[in-house]
C-alpha cells in the first residue's frame, strides 16, 4: 500500500507563489510515475502536473506551462509542486497521485493511489 500526504495549500494574492508538497510512504517511492491534479468547486478532477520516475521527463496541463514546476526527491521520497504566479483560476483542491506506470502520465486511470489534497486559494 501506498499513503500520500499532501501540504503547502493556503491562501496567497494573485501574482503570489506556493510550493506544494507530497510526501509517500508505503512501497518503493522511485518506481512510481507521480502526479498532481485539481479539482475546482463545481468541476471535474483535472491534470496539473506529471513528472516520471527519475525526474527526466514532465508533463504540464497548458494552463499552467510556464508558471507550475514539477520536481521530486527520490531520497526523500517526496514530490513538490512549484507554483508562481497564480491566479484566481488556479483556486482548487490540489491532489497528489501516483501512478501505476513510471511515466509523466497525463490521465487519472493510470494513477493509483491518491492523497486527500491540499487546498490552494487565490484571492484577486
Known amino acids: 500500500q501506498v499513503q500520500l500526504v499532501e501540504s503547502g495549500g493556503g491562501l496567497v494574492q494573485a501574482g503570489g507563489s506556493l510550493r506544494l508538497s507530497c510526501s509517500v510512504s508505503?512501497?518503493?517511492?522511485?518506481?512510481?510515475?507521480m502526479g498532481w491534479f485539481r479539482q475546482a468547486p463545481g468541476k471535474g478532477r483535472e491534470f496539473v502536473a506529471g513528472?516520471?520516475?527519475?525526474?527526466?521527463?514532465?508533463n504540464y496541463a497548458d494552463s499552467v506551462k510556464g508558471r507550475f514546476t514539477i520536481s521530486r526527491d527520490n531520497a526523500k521520497n517526496t514530490v513538490y509542486l512549484q507554483m508562481n504566479s497564480l491566479k484566481p483560476e488556479d483556486t482548487a483542491l490540489y491532489y497528489c497521485?501516483?501512478?501505476?506506470?513510471?511515466?509523466?502520465?497525463?490521465?487519472?486511470?493510470?494513477?493509483?493511489?491518491w492523497g486527500q489534497g491540499t487546498q490552494v486559494t487565490v484571492s484577486s
Open positions: 497521485a501516483a501512478a501505476f506506470t513510471a511515466q509523466a502520465s497525463t490521465t487519472q486511470a493510470s494513477y493509483a493511489y
Open positions: 508505503g512501497r518503493t517511492f522511485s518506481i512510481y510515475g
Open positions: 513528472i516520471s520516475w527519475t525526474g527526466r521527463s514532465t
